[in-house]
């Protein structure tokens, strides 16, 4: 009996297979191989269920396209490269955030957002 947290494997592997099949490829093992080990070391429950449902791997490489992606999509519509992979990383990897980040961590920052944010505090000179 699958638990309420366990992936649909079928699923997963359709995914992993599209991402393999795509024009740019499966992520690098390094990066791969650097997520897994992020995992174990903050989240060691989740990481030992994706484990024992022999999806490991291919979690964490669907994880990596799909920051990736996302990434690409906000750099197209003018973030800035480093905003953008913090944003996707945030997002699809499963990360925990550093201590600092997390009182931002609602907030939209976005070209659109920030420019509302300058607007608020010239308002306030």
């Not at 995992?39 to 449902?53: F, S, V, Y």
């Not at 905003?83 to 659109?112: K, Q």
Request: hydrophobic residues 35%; proline residues 4%.
């Amino acid at each position: 009996m699958n638990s309420e947290n366990d992936l649909d494997k079928a699923r997963v592997m359709r995914w992993y297979q599209e991402i393999e099949e795509s024009e740019t490829g499966l992520p690098s093992q390094g990066r791969v191989r650097e997520l897994i080990a992020a995992w174990k070391e903050q989240d060691p429950a989740m990481h030992n269920r994706l484990r024992k449902q022999g999806l490991l791997r291919q979690w964490a490489t669907i994880c990596l396209a799909s920051a990736d992606e996302e990434s690409d999509l906000l750099i197209k519509s003018g973030w800035s490269p480093a905003d953008a992979m913090a944003e996707a990383s945030r997002e699809h990897l499963m990360l925990e955030e550093p201590e600092d980040e997390t009182e931002d961590r609602d907030v939209e920052m976005g070209p659109e957002a920030l420019g509302q944010r300058i607007r608020e505090a010239q308002s306030l000179i």
